[in-house]
């Protein structure tokens, strides 16, 4: 078993994760996936936009409830280049003959 120091240390170092709001938890998965686990709970750690928007997605692809139907949609309509009048047809041009 550990001494008191390391127990001492633990209970410390466990301390300071709560003070910062976090906890210590483990998960089982494969092996190949380490390094990304590990990546993303660092991210996850992280106070920001780009925590908030990997949290955003981890929680979308892992959702038991159907997508909302429109999604493509609803992205169109936010583009800034609703209302812009685009011409999109082009001329019809036969193509020029070649000798086989």
């Known amino acids: 078993m550990t001494n008191a120091a390391q127990q001492r240390a633990t209970k410390n170092y466990r301390a300071r994760l709560a003070d ?57 309509r936010r583009s800034p280049l609703v209302g812009i009048d685009i011409e999109l047809a082009r001329p019809r041009v036969e193509g020029r003959r070649i000798d086989l």
């Open 20 to 76: 910062r709001g976090l906890k210590r938890f483990e998960v089982m998965a494969r092996g190949s996936d380490r390094e990304l686990l590990r990546t993303l709970a660092r991210r996850l750690t992280e106070d920001g936009p780009e925590a908030d928007q990997a949290r955003a997605a981890v929680k979308a692809l892992v959702a038991d409830e159907p997508t909302k139907q429109g999604g493509i949609l609803a992205a169109l």
